[in-house]
């Protein structure tokens, strides 16, 4: 079976730094586009970063600037550098395999494959 794995939240205050890290098994990691989500309660979840095979990333206009989304195929990572954190970045962020027919979207309908979650809070 596939599984994806994401690690990495905490607690921080605004102004600080986490790095989120998903390592996925299962798949053949470079055919597959990846994604950051994440959900706050009561909200939508909503597509924070993706990055394709061909090296194109997406980023959410809340977080540009901000968040930095890089993967390394060698080890099947993806991570999101994100710095001067927000209260309003609260969430559950979720780790997510894009599907092979997809059309290089970051929304949630076109990834197939996705983590437990990991839970950010930044307290003000």
């Known amino acids: 079976q596939v599984q994806v794995v994401e690690s990495g939240g905490d607690l921080v205050q605004a102004g600080g730094s986490l790095r989120l890290s998903c390592t996925a098994s299962?798949?053949?990691?470079?055919?597959?586009?990846m994604g950051w989500f994440r959900q706050a309660p009561g909200k939508e979840r909503e597509g924070v970063s993706c990055?394709?095979?061909?090296?194109?990333?997406y980023y959410a206009d809340s977080v540009k600037g901000r968040f930095t989304i890089s993967r390394d195929n060698a080890k099947n990572t993806l991570y999101l550098q994100m710095n001067s954190l927000k209260p309003e970045d609260t969430a559950m962020y979720y780790c997510?395999?894009?599907?092979?027919?997809?059309?290089?979207?970051?929304?949630?309908?076109?990834?197939?494959?996705w983590g437990q979650g990991t839970q950010v809070t930044v307290s003000s």
């Open positions: 299962g798949l053949t990691f470079t055919d597959y586009g």
């Open positions: 990055i394709w095979s061909g090296g194109s990333t």
């Open positions: 997510a395999a894009e599907a092979p027919y997809g059309l290089g979207f970051c929304i949630q309908n076109e990834y197939n494959y």
